[in-house]
């Protein structure tokens, strides 16, 4: 398996509160990506980053902020959870190739139930 | 919205029969890749193709692509139980870094 871990992986929290996932890698890869997976709308992009401190959004943006200090790690802050923010979100990392994205490494997962 | 979108989304199957996945996509696209994702897990690659590549094979699989209809398939040959998965088709809509995911394929092999 790719060297990608997440954390944590099981988290309940309250409406309203601040939640914040991390993904850590050790395979040096360049780009990396948060998902949110929901039955019937798949995988989708919230934020990715394509190198230390440069960010952008994906299709799921709203609710949501992202942070790269370090090659390695990937933050992913619910700036004041929802429930409809329940969610099973993945990290995933990856390089470039020529010509278009190459394949995608994927955490493990985090389960993340806002009550 | 999503861009790649698979047919069936269920697929039931006895093992050692062949499986096909379609997915059909909107946009122009760089390669089209195929993951699997087993139940609980993250995904895995299976097979990337390229835009001027028509076909392409890795152990079972064999992957087709038609930028004419803008449609990919997925063969799995011989299936298994542990075949037993959801795949998900994923395009970059000509993005040099960004994958958007179809909403997958879940597919039973039964013993």
């Known amino acids: 398996d790719a060297g990608i871990t997440q954390s944590p992986r099981h988290k309940v929290t309250e409406t309203g509160t601040p939640v914040t996932l991390r993904c850590h890698q050790t395979?040096?890869?360049?780009?990396m990506y948060w998902y949110r997976q929901d039955p019937g709308h798949g995988l989708r992009l919230i934020h990715y980053s394509y190198g230390v401190k440069d960010t952008d959004k994906g299709e799921v943006s709203d609710g949501y902020s992202v942070s790269r200090s370090k090659t390695e790690d990937f933050l992913l802050t619910l700036e004041s959870a929802t429930s409809s923010q329940t969610s099973v979100y993945f990290c995933?990392?990856?390089?470039?190739?020529?010509?278009?994205?190459?394949?995608?490494?994927f955490g493990p997962g985090t389960r993340l139930t806002v009550t | 919205s999503q861009q790649g979108e698979e047919d069936p989304q269920a697929l039931s199957i006895q093992e050692g029969e062949n499986a096909t996945m379609n997915c059909s996509y909107k946009?122009?696209?760089?390669?089209l890749q195929w993951y699997r994702q087993n139940s609980g897990r993250g995904l895995v690659h299976l097979i990337l193709i390229r835009s001027n590549e028509r076909e392409k094979h890795s152990g079972r699989l064999r992957v087709t692509l038609d930028t004419s209809k803008k449609s990919s398939s997925l063969l799995i040959t011989a299936s298994r139980a542990a075949d037993t998965a959801s795949y998900f088709c994923?395009?970059?809509?000509?993005?040099?870094?960004?994958?958007?995911f179809g909403s997958g394929t879940r597919l039973l092999v039964r013993p």
């Open positions: 995933a990392i990856s390089e470039s190739l020529a010509g278009g994205p190459g394949e995608q490494y």
């Open positions: 946009t122009s696209i760089n390669n």
């Open positions: 994923a395009t970059d809509r000509g993005s040099s870094y960004k994958l958007i």
């Open positions: 395979e040096n890869h360049r780009y």
